[in-house]
């Protein structure tokens, strides 16, 4: 009987004490990952917001994609890589040719807002901002 328990015994001690890639997932993603849903979007404001964060090198990493509402789709801005600032909002900027958006989010328990500034290049037109309330999709 012994000769039976004790490697069960040690089997399990193995499984128990090894790592679990699970943990190493969950130590690589930041609270804001996930997709965020904005469901009284006006027309050109953030829709959606998706964010995703992994480890590379040992150091947490993330990046954002923003979808605001379009016809006859959303329209969506792609990803770009987001950064933590040391008042703990996350922020990601979005260059483009004819105007520049930032997109600063704000945790909020189950929900984030999201602070947009659009900044354009076009002469005559004025830069813009709205804020809006996501809620997990």
């Known amino acids: 009987m012994w000769s039976l328990l004790i490697p069960f015994v040690v089997a399990l001690t193995v499984i ?20 965020w ?22 150091l947490i990493v993330s990046r954002m994609r ?18 933590r600032l040391t008042n703990g909002r996350l922020l990601a900027r979005f260059p483009g040719l004819f105007g520049a958006r930032e997109v600063e989010i704000i945790p909020m328990n189950h929900r984030i ?14 830069d813009g901002f709205h804020a809006a309330i996501l809620e997990r999709d």
């Open 16 to 35: 128990v004490a090894a790592p679990t890639p699970v943990f190493a997932e969950n130590r690589c993603r930041i609270p804001e990952a996930g997709r």
């Open 66 to 83: 923003v979808f605001t509402r379009c016809a006859p789709r959303d329209c969506k801005w792609g990803w770009t890589d987001a950064i």
């Open 113 to 126: 807002e999201a602070l947009v500034k659009i900044q354009s290049h076009t002469a005559g037109v004025q």
């Open 37 to 58: 849903y904005n469901p009284r979007a006006a027309t050109q404001q953030v829709r959606i917001i998706e964010i995703e964060s992994h480890c590379r090198g040992g």
